[in-house]
């Protein structure tokens, strides 16, 4: 949630401080409750299908106007700030990027921005707390992945805690990236998604007693892909397909049977900043950590609102490496 709101808005909601207030902003510790207890409420509507707006609730509507006050006062604070010049006058560097600052180029409209701004925090927050929690998840499940993941990333990254860590840096970590591919693909942080047709089209597979003819869809019909099911397909996968292997994504060639942030032009705007928050968490933890033991002897249960997580949380035990022990 910090993250989030400093990227898009320029200033973190400090929601883990103990303060009630945030650079003026009252309220910050609420905004993420009411921003949960909206999403739910949502995922009921969502189960009616085209009937969700007969489902009416005055807590909803409290919710909703509850985000987007806290919102609009972020936006209208920015609006209102002096122009932030791009680059430093005395080191010439590029200052920080904020979203908001690089939407108002292009509108000044508070509603706009408010929109486009909570579509962009859900996966900051959401998204990628959920993603975290299951590479930490598998990582406790398997010993073998965890050190060869954390040996990559010291000799990439080193151990200083506080270096810094570039995009690019990031990016050319390629067993990193295979590890969170592969929980992406295990976990399915967006087990299902949907479109709605808005015009009759023919889709080349799918009819047919094995779905392999072509399959006519009407005009307004909403189709639901199951990414989840799709991932666990072990003729697209292999035999090892309820392995968690990481090893899979050196030759894997990925199309659409990994769709896990939607695929075209209405792919999920959010996809680089969850990927790359995630690989920068994952870094830091493990310089930090060289023991990641699980402690919750139970089988693994989802819970799905918006975004799959589990329903039990993620109990780990740790231990924190000493620097001569952690090169």
Known sequence: ??????????????????????????????FAY???????????????????????????????????????????????????PKFDSES?????????????????????????????????????????????????????VFTKLRSTILQDFGNDRTGKISFQGLKSCEYLNHVIQEVLRVAAVVPVNERFATSATMLPRGGGPDGSQPIFVPKGIRILMANYAMQQREDLWGPDVKEFKPERWEEKNSGFEFLPFGAGRRKCIGQQFALTETAYMVIRFLQRFDSLESVDPEEVFFQYIFSNRSGRGVKVRLREASVKNSV
């Open 92 to 144: 010439s560097k590029p200052n920080r990027f904020f979203l908001l600052d690089e939407l108002a180029n292009y509108t000044q409209n508070p509603l706009e921005l408010r929109n486009e701004t909570l579509k962009l925090l859900n996966a900051g927050r959401d998204t990628t707390g959920a993603l975290l929690g299951w590479v930490f998840y598998h990582l406790a499940r398997h010993n073998r």
């Open 34 to 84: 009411h921003l949960e207890a909206g999403k739910s409420w949502l995922y009921t509507k969502g189960l009616f299908g085209k009937w969700n707006r007969l489902i009416r609730s005055a807590g909803f509507t409290r919710h909703c106007n509850e985000v987007y006050r806290f919102v609009d006062e972020l936006v209208k604070c920015r609006l209102n700030a002096p122009p932030s």
């Open 1 to 30: 949630m910090d993250v989030a709101t400093e990227f898009l808005y320029g200033r973190s909601v400090n929601s883990q401080a103990l303060s009630n207030t945030a650079d003026g902003v009252e309220n910050q510790k609420h």
